[in-house]
């Protein structure tokens, strides 16, 4: 049983640091690349804007997959914390935390972001400043941002965490 478990955390972590990798990727590589090398902010945007969807679907891939591999496995054996908050709990929580993020990156923010982008006739740049549409871009904008990299530091941690979770049952007290 100890031995499958390994198995099971070794391919929750291979998910988690794959999504953890291709999002820093994107982060740190891709996503100024297109700012800087497309003659448009607007296309860019709408380039980048795709790609954060598709690792909003990588995400779901990732901390689902990684909640079902190593919590699901503990749960059908019936591994259980030796205390009312062990790492079990924390791990599981915090994988719960990290899909809410991509429930909203992917229902919510995204969404909202394409529904402004086709209110305005014109790229985001070339708006005045003051007008709502343009706030509350730049408001949902900043949030998906933060949701972004909310999920990146839940993916290390997760990742991290695996270590610590209980392989075998523990004597009831």
């Known amino acids: 049983m100890e031995k499958t478990l390994r198995r099971l955390d070794s391919a929750s972590l291979v998910l988690l640091l794959l999504w953890l990798g291709m999002a820093l990727g994107f982060a740190a590589l ?29 995400a779901w891939v990732a901390f689902g997959g990684a909640l079902c591999l190593s919590y699901g496995g503990r749960w059908l054996n019936e ?15 915090a994988v719960l935390v990290a899909l809410l993020f991509t429930f909203s990156s992917t229902f919510l923010a995204t969404p909202r972001l394409h529904e402004l982008r086709a209110q305005m006739n014109a790229p985001v740049e070339s708006l005045p400043q003051d ?30 965490g695996l270590g610590s979770l209980p392989k075998d049952k523990r004597p009831e007290a």
């Not at 902010?41 to 980048?48: E, I």
């Not at 205390?83 to 791990?91: A, D, E, Q, T, V």
């Not at 900043?142 to 990299?149: A, E, N």
């Open 30 to 58: 891709m996503a100024p690349a297109l700012f800087a090398n497309l003659p448009s902010k607007d296309l860019a945007g709408r380039l980048a804007g795709i790609m954060v969807a598709r690792l909003d679907i990588a």
């Open 79 to 93: 591994i259980q914390d030796s205390s009312p908050i062990g790492p079990l709990r924390l791990w599981s929580a």
């Open 131 to 160: 007008d709502a549409r343009v706030q509350s871009y730049r408001k949902t904008h900043g949030l998906s941002t933060q949701f972004f990299f909310i999920r990146v530091i839940l993916a290390a941690a997760l990742a991290w």
